[in-house]
C-alpha cells in the first residue's frame, strides 16, 4: 500500500520574508477558556512589491484588526492564515484574538494545565496565540503585559526584564516584561500561576550580578537546589570555555509536569519539563542528577547558539541544536566522567541514529524537505548533528574552534543565519578548507569505513588501507566521499602504541579520508602490528576490520584510548551474540574463552577506573546488536544476547559478589566517585540474579530495604525484573505504595512495567493505562509507558503475532486527536520495519496502513507513515 502526502515544504524554496517586524506589544486578559490577545506590530515592507501581508494563525478566532488606529474588514481568513492587502510600506497593525488555553491538549501556543498558564511555540506554536509572521528569520523586540487573578496566579512571567507592574479593584493584576533583545516569536514565553520560588544570584566576569529564580511547584522546593547550582556551573563554564557571558538582569527556569520536549530555551524564561529540574536523593536517580545538569546546561547555552544567533528557517535546526548539544556534551564531560559520557553520546548515535539512517526517515542534518516542522527534531538533527560539530574540533582544534566561535557570533550576533554561513565562519577565522566538509550537512546515511592491512615481514613494512562508502538512503541513492577525520594507533606485540614522526598520519593519531580509498605505511617493524581504529568516535561512521579475537584482547588491554578498550571489549561481546544467534548448537569455544579472558581482567580496572570498568563489563543493548545485522531474527538474538550475559553472570560469579561488596559509599552525595561505585555495585547485582537465586533474593531485599536514595532502590527493582524473580512485583507494589503521589517518580514504575518480559504483557499494559495517574494527556506518562514498550520491551512489542504493533496503533489512534507531536515520537519502532524477517515487516506495514486510513490523521504522523509506506529499499 502506498499514501499520498501532504505537499512538503522544501529548502531550496526558501524566500526572504515580505514584510519585517521591528517592535512587537502584546497584552494578555488570561481567562482559562477565553483569553483575550491584542497584538500591536510595527511592520515594514521588506524589498520593493505589492504582495498582501499574510500572517500564519491556527485555532484562534479573530475578534478584530486595526491598521493605523482604523478598523478594517478588508481582508480574508481562513484556518491557517490572516491576509491583509496593503500598499503601505510602514504601518501599525493591532490584532485581537480569542483563545481556549483549557481546551489545548496539543501543549503548543499557550495552555492551561496544573493550575497553569504555559506556553510552547517552538517550532510553530506562536501561530495558535495570535496571527502573525511566524517564522525564525523575523526578528523583534517585545513588550508583553499580563492580566490575571492575583490570587490563583500571583506570578506573571514572560522574556526578559519586569519593567512595570499593579494591582486592579477587581482582584487581578498586572505586570509588564520588556525584552531588549531582538528574538524570533518561537523564543516567546509566558507562564502565569502559584508556585514556589527559589533565589540564588551570579556575578558574571564583567562584574555584573544577575538574579536567578526558579518556579517549582508547591512543596517542591527542597527538589530544586541541583538545578540552581547546575545552572550556575554552565554559566561559569561558558564564560570560561567560550568567554560568553549572560546579556540580562534575570534568569528565570520555570518547571512544569505538562511539556512536549525536555526543555525551551525561550530568552531568559526557560520552560521546562519538571523532570529536568526536579531532583532529591530519595527520589532521583544519578541519571536524574546527570540529565538535570546537562539540560540546565544545554538550555543555557542556547542563549547564545539559539538566541542571540538563531537559525534563519527551520531545515538550519542543526545550527542552533547540533552545536548546543556539542556544547552541553562538553560541558557535561567536564562535570563527570568524560569516557562514560563519550560511550553515551555514542550509544544513542548506534542505537537510534544508525536506525534511522537505515529507515524510511533518512535525512540529512540539514534537511531538504519536510511536511510537519516538529518531525525535524531527531537524532539525526541533535546527535548526528552534534557529531558534525566535534569533527570540525577535532580538524580545527580547540584553539581554531574558539577562533571561528569568536568570529561566528562578532559576525551574525542578532541575526537569523544559516549552517553555511557557520561553517564559513570557521574556515574564515582558520584559513582551513572545509568545502568538502560541508557535504556532511546535506548528504544522509551512515558511512561505512571498510579498513584492510598487509605486512611484508622481509621488509618490516605495514600499509593499512581505509576506503569509504556511504550506502543509499531513503532520501538519497547517489553518495559521495565525505571527509571524515579519523583517529587511530598501531600498538607493537606488547601493546604500545607505535611511532614514527616520519609519517604524518601516525605522529598526529589521525588520518584525514577525503578520496574513497586512502593508505598509510609504516616501515621498520618485526611483527604485524594492532591497528586500534576509530579512536574516541572521532566520526559517525560504522568501521569494518577483521580483528582476530587476540587484536580485540589486545586493544582491552594496551590501547591509549579509552573509548578504544571499550568499543573492544563490545566487539567481543557482540562476536559471541551474533555466533550464538547463528549458530546456538556449534558455538564458537575459542571466540567464548576469549571473551571470559579479556573482561576477567577489566574487573582489575574497578579501583583506578570505575566509570570505564562498568562501561567495559556491560553488553550491548539489543537495539545496538540489532545494527550490526542485515536482518533482525528477534528471537534469536534476544535469547542469544541473554545467554551470553548468563554465561558472564555464572562463570564470573566470584567477581561479581566481590565487586558488589567493594563498592561501598557512605549517605548519599551526586559526586563522580560515588555515582561510580553505585554504577558497578547495581550491575553486579544484575549478573548476580542470574546465579545463586537465594543469595540474589537476600541482596536485593536488603539493598530496597537499607537503600538511602533512588538509584540503589530503581538497581534493586531492575535486577529483580531482569531475574524474572518473584520478588519484583512484591517489591514493586511497596514502590507504588511509597511513591503513587510523586508523578516523575511514578513514570519509573510505569516503565518498569512496561519493559517487563512476560508471556502476559499485552493483558497488564491497559491495566497501567487505566490506572489513575495515568493519562494520555502528559506526556511524560506516555513516553513512560508507551515509549517504554515500544522501543525497550523487545518480546512484547515484537509478538510474532502482531499483537504489540497492533497495540502501539490502537493508542496512537487516540493520541493523534491528543497530542500528535508526542504520537510522532512514539510511532518511530514501527517505521523502522525495514530490517525486520519478512512476517514482522508485514504486521508492521499493515498497522502504518491502519494510522494512515484514519480520516484526521495529524501531519505530525502523515508525514511519518506516508514516508515509511512508501519507503523501497534497494
Not at 524589498?47 to 501581508?53: D, K, T, V, W
Not at 540539514?366 to 577535532?394: L, Q, S
Not at 584553539?399 to 562578532?410: P, Q, T
Not at 594496551?558 to 573492544?568: H, I, N, P, Q, T
Request: hydrophobic letters at 40%; a negative charge.
Amino acid at each position: 500500500m502506498s499514501v499520498s502526502s501532504p505537499i512538503a515544504k522544501k529548502r531550496s524554496d526558501y524566500q526572504q520574508p515580505d514584510f519585517l517586524i521591528s517592535h512587537v506589544d502584546m497584552v494578555f486578559h488570561l481567562d482559562i477558556q477565553k483569553t483575550r490577545v491584542i497584538t500591536t506590530c510595527q511592520f515594514s515592507r521588506n524589498g520593493e512589491h505589492n504582495r498582501p501581508l499574510v500572517l500564519d494563525g491556527e485555532s484562534i478566532t479573530l475578534i478584530k484588526v486595526v491598521l493605523n488606529d482604523n478598523l478594517i474588514s478588508d481582508y480574508d481568513v481562513n484556518s491557517e492564515q490572516l491576509t491583509i492587502p496593503t500598499t503601505e510600506d510602514e504601518f501599525t497593525l493591532c490584532v485581537e484574538t480569542v483563545i481556549n488555553p483549557e481546551a489545548n491538549k496539543t501543549l503548543e501556543g499557550l495552555y492551561f494545565s496544573a493550575g497553569a498558564y504555559c506556553t510552547q511555540c517552538e517550532a510553530e506554536g506562536f501561530r495558535k496565540i495570535t496571527y502573525f509572521l511566524d517564522r525564525p528569520d523575523v526578528l523583534a523586540k517585545y513588550d508583553v503585559t499580563i492580566y490575571a487573578d492575583k490570587a490563583r496566579y500571583p506570578h506573571l512571567l514572560s522574556n526578559g526584564n519586569q519593567i512595570d507592574k499593579g494591582q486592579l479593584d477587581d482582584g487581578r493584576h498586572w505586570v509588564k516584561w520588556q525584552d531588549p533583545f531582538n528574538k524570533p516569536s518561537y523564543l516567546f514565553a509566558l507562564v502565569a500561576g502559584d508556585f514556589d520560588l527559589l533565589t540564588d544570584n551570579f556575578m558574571t566576569q564583567s562584574g555584573r550580578n544577575v538574579a536567578l529564580e526558579l518556579y517549582v511547584d508547591k512543596g517542591a522546593l527542597d527538589k530544586g537546589h541541583h538545578a540552581i547550582a547546575s545552572l550556575k556551573k554552565a554559566m561559569a563554564w561558558d564564560e570560561q570555555v567560550f568567554g560568553l557571558e549572560y546579556d540580562l538582569d534575570i534568569y528565570m527556569v520555570v518547571a512544569v509536569d505538562f511539556f512536549n520536549m525536555g526543555a525551551m530555551e525561550n530568552k531568559g524564561l526557560n520552560v521546562f519539563n519538571s523532570k529536568f529540574v526536579l531532583a532529591d536523593a530519595e527520589s532521583a536517580t544519578d541519571d536524574d542528577f546527570f540529565n538535570i545538569e546537562a539540560v540546565i546546561g544545554h538550555e543555557y547555552f542556547h542563549n547564545w547558539t539559539g538566541n542571540r544567533v538563531t537559525c534563519r528557517d527551520w531545515f538550519q535546526l542543526s545550527l542552533k541544536e547540533g552545536l548546543t548539544v556539542f556544547r552541553d556534551q562538553q560541558f557535561s564531560a567536564d562535570m563527570s566522567s568524560p569516557v562514560f559520557n563519550r560511550i553515551k553520546n555514542v550509544q544513542i548515535i548506534r542505537e537510534h541514529q544508525f536506525a534511522e539512517d537505515a529507515s524510511a526517515m533518512a535525512h540529512p542534518i540539514r534537511p531538504e524537505e519536510v511536511i510537519e516542522m516538529n518531525n525535524f527534531y531527531t537524532v539525526t538533527v541533535y546527535d548526528k548533528g552534534a557529531e558534525v560539530i566535534r569533527m570540525m574540533h577535532t580538524l580545527l582544534g580547540a584553539d581554531g574552534f574558539r577562533k571561528g566561535m569568536d568570529l561566528y557570533f562578532a559576525r551574525f550576533d542578532g541575526q537569523a543565519v544559516t549552517c553555511d554561513d557557520f561553517v564559513q565562519a570557521m574556515q574564515d577565522a582558520t584559513g582551513i578548507d572545509l568545502s568538502q566538509f560541508r557535504l556532511w550537512y546535506s548528504q544522509s546515511g551512515t558511512p561505512k569505513v571498510t579498513v584492510s592491512d598487509e605486512f611484508d615481514l622481509s621488509t618490516g613494512r605495514y600499509t593499512l588501507t581505509f576506503g569509504q562508502m556511504t550506502p543509499p538512503t531513503a532520501d538519497q541513492k547517489t553518495k559521495q566521499a565525505l571527509h571524515i577525520p579519523f583517529r587511530f594507533e598501531l600498538l607493537d606485540e606488547q601493546g604500545v602504541a607505535i611511532s614514527d614522526d616520519s609519517v604524518p598520519e601516525l605522529k598526529a593519531k589521525m588520518i584525514e579520508l577525503t578520496q574513497d580509498v586512502h593508505s598509510v605505511s609504516v616501515s621498520g617493524l618485526n611483527a604485524k602490528p594492532t591497528p586500534s581504529l576509530l579512536h574516541n568516535f572521532s566520526a559517525p561512521v560504522k568501521v569494518d576490520y577483521a580483528y582476530t579475537h587476540q587484536q580485540l584482547s589486545s586493544i582491552i588491554l594496551y590501547s591509549g584510548d579509552e573509548f578504544a578498550r571499550w568499543d573492544a571489549s563490545q566487539s567481543l561481546y557482540s562476536r559471541c551474540i551474533h555466533n550464538l544467534a547463528t549458530a546456538p548448537d556449534s558455538p564458537d569455544n575459542a571466540l567464548f574463552d576469549s571473551m571470559l579472558d579479556s573482561i576477567g581482567g577489566v574487573f582489575a580496572l574497578a579501583d583506578t577506573n570505575p566509570a570505564l570498568a562498568a562501561a567495559m563489563l556491560s553488553i550491548p543493548s539489543f537495539e545496538t546488536l540489532s545494527q550490526q545485522v542485515d536482518e533482525i531474527q528477534v528471537e534469536a538474538l534476544y535469547h542469544a544476547q541473554r545467554s551470553v550475559r548468563h554465561l558472564i553472570a555464572t562463570a564470573l560469579s566470584d567477581k561479581w559478589l566481590t565487586l558488589y561488596n567493594n563498592q561501598v559509599v557512605g549517605a548519599y552525595q551526586y559526586k563522580a566517585d560515588d555515582v561510580d561505585k553505585r554504577r558497578l555495585r547495581n550491575l553486579s547485582l544484575s549478573y548476580l540474579v542470574q546465579g545463586d537465586a537465594t543469595q540474589a533474593s537476600e541482596l536485593l531485599h536488603a539493598q530496597f530495604s537499607q537503600a538511602d536514595n533512588m538509584t540503589d532502590s530503581l538497581g534493586a527493582l531492575k535486577a529483580a525484573q531482569y531475574g524474572k524473580l518473584e520478588q519484583f512485583d512484591q517489591l514493586m507494589v511497596q514502590f507504588e505504595e511509597r511513591w503513587r503521589h510523586d508523578p516523575l517518580v511514578l513514570d519509573k514504575w510505569f516503565a518498569l512495567h512496561a519493559n517487563m518480559e512476560r508471556s502476559d504483557i499485552l493483558a497488564r499494559l491497559p491495566l497501567l493505562l487505566s490506572h489513575e495517574k495515568f493519562s494520555l494527556d502528559n506526556p511524560n506518562r506516555v513516553r513512560s509507558v508507551l515509549g517504554s514498550f515500544a522501543f525497550y520491551n523487545v518480546l512484547g512489542f515484537h509478538a510474532i503475532d502482531g499483537s504489540g504493533y497492533k497495540f502501539l496503533a490502537d493508542y496512537l489512534l487516540k493520541l493523534n486527536s491528543v497530542n500528535p507531536q508526542v504520537a510522532a515520537r512514539v510511532i518511530t519502532p514501527l517505521t523502522q520495519w525495514q530490517k525486520f524477517d519478512p512476517k514482522r515487516q508485514e504486521l508492521m506495514r499493515y498497522q502504518l496502513a491502519r494510522i494512515a486510513d484514519c480520516k484526521e490523521l495529524s501531519k505530525d504522523l502523515i508525514e511519518k507513515v506516508s514516508k515509511s509506506l512508501n519507503y523501497t529499499a534497494d
